[in-house]
């Protein structure tokens, strides 16, 4: 079956402009996960969905970062007003069960470079 | 705060290699355990769960001490096709996982 997509694969922006990442999870996965990886670092948490409700957004690094669930599946995630330490790829992974036992499948990811 | 700590590396070891990484993690309540497996430029991917009493895949033999609190991953037999870097992970609470940076492991012809 279809695996995790995330969408654009490639984003080159300006400082300054506005951003918008999206996922689409596996088919059923009720989890949703939105992490950051910069170069030569580990994955950074951002945001856990479960459903459409976010109950753990601890991981945004500011108020720019924003993110959204609509009918239990596709997810974006919104940066305003882009800095260059915001270059990085966005990496989102679903799982079908709300337990850490569960595995998380992840998409692709998107390259983000701000110039 | 939590961690989890893994040597960067790289590995560099020949073909048919035996091969052992370790990871520390913070967290004495974390639950639960994993090694994922990232190749350059690619999403990471579940290689294994790592279970108490030890665990085996093929090749692959996962490792968990409680008291220590780390978690190892041996590799048999090495193949060029292991060349990746190895994300150790733990999961505690009901939800999050935390992730290491990863040890990166080259196998040379």
């Known amino acids: ?83 260059q330490e915001d270059s990085a790829v966005y990496l989102c992974a679903s799982t079908s069960g709300t337990s850490t036992y569960n595995e998380q499948f992840f998409g692709p990811g998107t390259r983000l470079t701000v110039l | 705060r939590k961690e989890v700590e893994q040597d960067p590396g790289p590995f560099n070891v020949p073909e048919g290699a035996t091969v052992a990484f370790n990871c520390t993690y913070s967290n004495s309540a974390s639950q639960s355990f994993f090694w994922y497996r990232q190749d350059c430029r690619k999403e990471p991917k579940l ?12 090749r692959f033999t996962a490792q968990l001490n409680r ?34 940076k990863g040890t990166k492991l080259s196998v040379i012809p």
Request: aromatic residues 10%; proline residues 3%.
């Open chain 1, 1 to 83: 079956g279809a695996g995790v997509s995330q969408s654009p694969s490639n984003k080159v922006t300006e400082k300054g402009k506005d951003v918008e990442l999206r996922c689409d999870p596996i088919s059923g996965h009720t989890a949703l996960y939105w992490y950051r990886q910069s170069l030569g670092q580990g994955l950074e948490f951002l945001i856990y969905f479960q459903g459409n409700s976010a109950p753990d957004k601890s991981g945004l690094p500011s108020d720019r970062f924003s993110a959204e669930r609509t009918g239990g599946s596709v997810s974006t995630l919104t940066i305003q007003r882009t800095q």
């Open chain 2, 47 to 58: 290689l294994m769960s790592v279970y108490s009493s030890g665990n085996e895949d093929g």
């Open chain 2, 67 to 100: 008291a220590s609190q780390y978690i190892s991953l041996l590799i048999r037999d090495s193949k060029l096709s292991d060349s990746a870097t190895y994300l150790c992970v733990e999961g505690a609470g009901s939800y999050q996982l935390t992730f290491g």
